[in-house]
């Protein structure tokens, strides 16, 4: 991250199950992640924000929204203004119809939710589209 300038990184295709933060002590970064909550559940489908120091001392909070969406929320130099991150991970397209409509429904909600008061920033591999050939979020 340092490398590359990175203050907030998004990773998606995670393995790790639950949610949880992991501090990486040799570079002092912060992992937050999100993954299946089930007992025996895959692998697969997970999230994760990687954070600088100087994005942990900005954190305000941070949520699981389901093993394939993350969000975060910064303060910014800009008083009472907030910076909002929401990481995601989508399927492809030959992925199972109902799984991917739940999916955008929960991303729909999350970002109803996101105050308007300052920017929000969305990361993901939006592989799907609709039934019209467009591109959807």
């Known amino acids: 991250m340092k490398r590359y300038n990175l203050e907030v990184l998004g990773i998606n295709e995670t393995h790790w ?17 999100s993954g299946h909550e089930e007992e025996n559940a895959p692998h697969t489908q997970g999230v994760a924000l990687m ?16 093993p394939r969406i993350i969000k ?33 429904n929960r991303l729909a909600v999350n970002r109803r939710e996101v105050p308007k008061k300052g920017p929000d920033y969305s990361d993901g591999r939006f592989k799907c589209q609709d039934r019209n050939g467009q591109h959807r979020m």
């Open 51 to 66: 954070l600088s120091k100087q994005a942990q001392n900005a954190l305000i909070g941070w949520e699981s929204r389901g």
């Open 72 to 104: 975060a929320s910064f303060k910014t130099k800009k008083e009472g203004i907030s910076m909002n991150v929401i990481e995601c991970y989508v399927s492809t397209n030959d992925y199972n119809e109902d799984a991917k409509d739940q999916f955008y």
């Open 17 to 33: 199950t639950k949610v949880g933060r992991q501090q990486q002590l040799a570079s002092e970064e912060l992992l937050l992640y």
